[in-house]
């Protein structure tokens, strides 16, 4: 069974920056797309990047692209999402998610099979 464990999340102010991290346990972390999602206090679950096997295709959800973006390190079974210019309203908990293998990157929840336990970001005002 797949593990994957956040960090990176705390408080900033606004204008600040983060980069959260989600390490993969396994060997074939290249063989999987990743995701981040989001879930503020109260809502739902929100899509927020995907990035494709090789890093070759990303996307995000149209009201972060500019100010957040997705990488990874396959050597390093690591998938970052770089967030910038954090307003309050980014304020969350952020988990990274991981799709059957060979999947491809999704915007939809229920194409993900993993999860990890999240990270809070908190963004003051």
């Known amino acids: 069974q797949a593990q994957l464990v956040e960090s990176g999340g705390g408080l900033v102010q606004a204008g600040g920056s983060l980069r959260l991290s989600c390490v993969a346990s396994g060997r074939t972390f290249s063989s999987y797309a990743m995701g981040w999602f989001r879930q503020a206090q109260g809502k739902e679950r929100e899509f927020v990047a995907a990035i494709s096997r090789f890093g070759g295709d990303t996307d995000y959800t149209d009201s972060l692209k500019g100010r957040f973006a997705i990488s990874r390190d396959n050597a390093k079974n690591t998938v970052y999402l770089e967030m910038n210019s954090l307003k309050p309203e980014d304020t969350a908990v952020y988990y990274c998610?991981?799709?059957?293998?060979?999947?491809?990157?999704?915007?939809?929840?229920?194409?993900?099979?993993?999860w990890g336990q999240g990270t809070q970001v908190t963004v003051s005002s």
């Open positions: 998610a991981r799709p059957p293998i060979y999947g491809r990157p999704s915007r939809s929840p229920y194409e993900y099979e993993y």
